[in-house]
């Protein structure tokens, strides 16, 4: 079984910064694409940032030029570096994995979206 485990979610001040991880963990066999989604109640989870497994990267608009996404492939671990927090990035982030994984019991390997449990930013004014 896949996990994916978020860590690094907490409360800062407007202009502050915080780093998030989320490491994957479980019979991997390859992972592709790796994100973070974030998700206000009430409204649809929207994409923050993604990065392939060769590095390309992918940024809202709205954090363009303050959010930082990484991968560290040794580790299976993806982060998400935020610089100049607003209170509009108040949310619950959310990490998100495509793994090809091992099913022991029929010897092959099945590919599918891995979410994480989710971790809670608020940023005050």
């Known amino acids: 079984q896949v996990q994916l485990v978020e860590t690094g979610g907490g409360l800062v001040q407007a202009g502050g910064s915080l780093r998030l991880s989320c490491a994957a963990s479980?019979?991997?066999?390859?992972?592709?694409?790796m994100g973070w989604y974030r998700q206000i109640p009430g409204k649809q989870r929207e994409l923050v940032a993604a990065?392939?497994?060769?590095?390309?990267?992918h940024y809202a608009d709205s954090v363009k030029g303050r959010f930082t996404i990484s991968r560290d492939n040794a580790k299976n671990t993806v982060y998400l570096q935020m610089s100049s927090l607003k209170p509009e990035d108040t949310a619950v982030y959310y990490c998100?994995?495509?793994?090809?994984?091992?099913?022991?019991?029929?010897?092959?390997?099945?590919?599918?979206?891995?979410w994480g449990q989710g971790t809670q930013v608020t940023v005050s004014s």
């Open positions: 479980g019979n991997i066999f390859s992972i592709d694409a």
């Open positions: 990065i392939t497994s060769d590095g390309n990267t």
């Open positions: 998100n994995s495509d793994i090809r994984s091992w099913d022991i019991s029929l010897g092959i390997t099945k590919a599918r979206t891995y």
